[in-house]
């Protein structure tokens, strides 16, 4: 994967942007304040880097999994691989 700093590529570029769409509509959805603040500050910083960077985002809340549940279903439907999502927690 490339680091953030790197000038992305056209298709890594429509890939952030596809997640960036489906993630407003997301937020649109819920409404403000449904969602963890650390589940959207962790999307946000992804986001922010282009979606270039590991940054571990962590469904915390019933809300939180059900946005990233629709999050890597309109990803994959959108041919974005599941291995592009942010979604992990230790």
Known sequence: MASANETPTAW???KCRFY???WRDM???FGPGALSDGFVH???RF???HCLERIEVCPKSEHDLAVANALT???MNG???G???PFRCD
């Open 12 to 14: 890594q570029l429509a």
């Open 20 to 22: 960036e769409e489906t």
């Open 27 to 29: 937020l649109a959805h």
């Open 42 to 44: 962790q999307n946000e």
């Open 47 to 49: 986001i922010a880097a």
């Open 73 to 75: 279903l309109g990803t």
């Open 79 to 81: 041919d974005v691989g």
């Open 83 to 85: 291995t592009f999502l």
